[in-house]
C-alpha cells in the first residue's frame, strides 16, 4: 500500500490507521500503489487539521476534520485523532462502515480509558471522549470502561513494591495451523525440554536474586507456553518448587496447561501440591471438526474429562479459552461452544477473535478475515452477553492486528476469580520479570517501560549458559 506523508504525522501512526481497513496489505518500498492513502497535515490557529484521501480498486475518498489542541491531550495524540477523523470519514465513504474501535489501534486500549480517566478525574466524560474523540462506539466503550476500572482495582490489591514472575515453556504437542507464537512441536526440539527445565530453574533462582535486590516481592506468577501441560508430574513439580523458592507467599500462581490431552489426574494432583492457584484448559472450540482442521490433537470428549479432572485435583480456580471465528465456524458452532465451557462451571473464560499471524499456516486465509467480520461481531457479543448474564465479568481486555473484524481478546470471570497476571501485563505498571524462551522481562526506570529480551530459540536460550 503506497502511503503519502505530509506534516507531523509518524509513519507507525499511518499504516497502524490504514490497516483498520486493510489488515493485510504491506508497507514500504514492495507495496503497491493499490490501494494508497495520503495524510497531509497542519496546524493552524491553535488546533490541527487533517486531509486524508484514500484510493482503493479504482475508486477514492477524500475527507478534512480539524481537532482543538487542548491540555486534555499531547500534541502527538492530538495530531493522532485529527488524522484519525479524517481517515475514517474518507474510508467510510468509500467502504461504507465504520469499525466499532473507531480510530483505536494498539494492544492496550484499556491504557487510553486510563490515560483520560487520570486526566478528567470523570467516567462519564472519560466515556464522552472515547465516544466523541476516538470515535469508539458505545458498546465498546462501556467494555473498555468496565476492563479499565477493573485494572485500577487489580493493581491497587498489588501495590508498587510488588512484580510479576513469567515462565515460559513453549513447546507443544503439534503446531496449531494458525499459531505464530515461539512454540515448537517437533522430536528433534521436544528432545530439548530436560536440558531447557535445568537452565529454567537455575534462571529462575538467579531472577528471584534480582527481584530482591530490587526491593520487590512476587504476587504473581503465570507459567505460559507454549503448552505447559506437555511437562510430566515430575517435571512439573521440580519446576514448581523452583517457582517457589523465590516467589514463596504469591497469593497467585497460573498454570497455562493448555491442551486438554496433556491433562492428566498425577499432573493436576502435582499442580496443586505444588501451589497452583489457576489452571488454564483451552479448548478453543468444542467441535471435532473444527479441532482437527486447525491442527488441535484433542477432542471435544477431552475437554470436559480435562476438566472434571482439575476439579477433583482442587484447583481453586480454572479457565478456559475459546476462539470466535475460526475457520470454518458459524455462529451457531461458536455459540454451541460458549454453551459447552460454560456447562463444566469455569471460573472464568477467555473469549479470543480468530487472528491470522504472518507466521503461520494460515496466511493464504487472511483476505477471507474482513468478509467473515460481521459474523465474528456477533459471535463476539453473544459470547460477552451471555458470560456477564452467568455472572462473569470482563476484567482484561487486548487487541491485535489482523484479528476479523479488527475485534477485541477480552477476559471474563466471576468475582475473586480474576487473573492478576493478566491485568498487570496490560497496565504496564508493575514490573515483569521472565524466564525462559522468548521471555521479555519488563522494568520501570522512572516510570518508562524497559525491556529485556531472552533468546527467542530454545536453542539459543540453551547455547547461552
Not at 471474563?412 to 505498571?429: E, T
Amino acid at each position: 500500500m503506497k502511503l503519502t506523508l505530509s506534516g507531523p504525522l509518524s509513519i507507525n501512526i499511518a499504516q497502524s490507521l490504514c490497516q483498520l481497513y486493510f489488515p493485510t496489505e504491506k508497507f514500504g518500498n514492495s507495496a503497491t500503489t493499490d490501494p494508497s492513502a495520503s495524510f497531509d497535515i497542519a496546524e493552524v490557529e491553535g488546533e490541527i487539521r487533517a486531509v486524508v484521501g484514500i484510493s482503493h480498486g479504482g475508486k477514492s475518498a477524500t475527507a478534512q476534520a480539524t481537532f482543538p489542541i487542548s491540555p486534555l491531550y499531547t500534541h502527538k495524540a492530538s495530531v493522532r485523532i485529527a488524522s484519525g477523523k479524517a481517515f475514517l470519514a474518507a474510508a467510510q465513504q468509500l467502504f461504507g462502515f465504520a469499525p466499532p474501535w473507531g480510530m483505536l489501534t494498539g494492544i492496550r486500549s484499556s491504557k487510553v480509558a486510563l490515560d483520560l480517566l487520570a486526566r478528567t478525574s470523570c467516567e462519564g466524560e472519560t466515556r464522552r471522549r472515547l465516544e466523541a474523540d476516538y470515535h469508539v462506539t458505545t458498546h465498546k466503550a462501556d467494555l473498555l470502561m468496565q476492563t479499565a476500572l477493573h485494572e485500577m482495582q487489580v493493581l491497587h490489591r498489588h501495590g508498587e513494591d510488588t512484580c510479576a514472575l513469567y515462565v515460559s515453556v513453549p513447546f507443544c504437542p503439534t503446531r496449531c495451523s494458525y499459531c505464530s507464537f515461539v512454540s515448537y512441536a517437533t522430536p528433534r526440539l521436544l528432545s530439548l525440554l530436560p536440558e531447557y527445565l535445568v537452565r529454567l530453574e537455575e534462571d529462575i533462582a538467579r531472577m528471584g536474586e534480582v527481584i530482591r535486590r530490587r526491593g520487590k516481592r512476587v504476587s504473581s506468577v503465570y507459567i505460559g507456553g507454549g503448552t505447559p501441560g506437555i511437562l510430566t508430574a515430575e517435571q512439573l513439580a521440580r519446576l514448581l518448587r523452583s517457582i517457589r523458592a523465590v516467589a514463596p507467599d504469591t497469593a497467585e500462581l497460573t498454570l497455562e496447561a493448555g491442551r486438554p490431552d496433556t491433562i492428566t489426574a498425577e499432573k493436576m494432583r502435582a499442580a496443586r501440591e505444588g501451589g497452583a492457584t489457576r489452571v488454564c484448559v483451552n479448548p478453543q472450540s468444542t467441535n471435532d471438526d473444527t479441532l482437527r482442521r486447525i491442527g488441535r490433537s484433542h477432542t471435544a470428549a477431552d475437554f470436559f474429562r480435562a476438566m472434571e479432572i482439575v476439579r477433583e485435583a482442587g484447583i481453586a480456580s480454572v479457565n478456559a479459552d475459546i476462539i470466535a471465528g475460526l475457520p470454518g465456524e458459524d455462529s451457531a458452532t461458536f455459540r454451541q461452544t460458549v454453551a459447552d465451557v460454560l456447562s463444566t462451571r469455569p471460573h472464568s473464560v477467555t473469549v479470543h477473535t480468530f487472528c491470522v499471524k504472518k507466521a503461520s499456516y494460515e496466511a493464504e486465509r487472511e483476505q477471507n478475515l474482513q468478509a467473515a467480520a460481521q459474523q465474528v461481531a456477533k459471535c463476539v457479543d453473544y459470547a460477552r452477553e451471555t458470560l456477564v448474564a452467568e455472572g462473569l465479568m470482563p476484567y482484561y481486555m487486548y487487541r491485535q492486528k489482523k484479528t476479523a473484524g479488527n475485534l477485541e481478546n477480552v477476559g471474563f470471570a466471576l468475582a475473586g476469580h480474576d487473573c492478576a497476571y493478566n491485568a498487570i501485563i496490560m497496565s504496564d505498571a508493575r514490573e515483569i520479570y521472565a524466564v525462559g524462551a522468548g521471555a521479555v522481562t519488563k522494568t520501570l526506570e522512572d516510570g518508562v517501560v524497559k525491556r529485556q529480551f531472552m533468546p527467542k530459540y530454545p536453542y539459543e536460550y540453551l547455547g547461552g549458559k
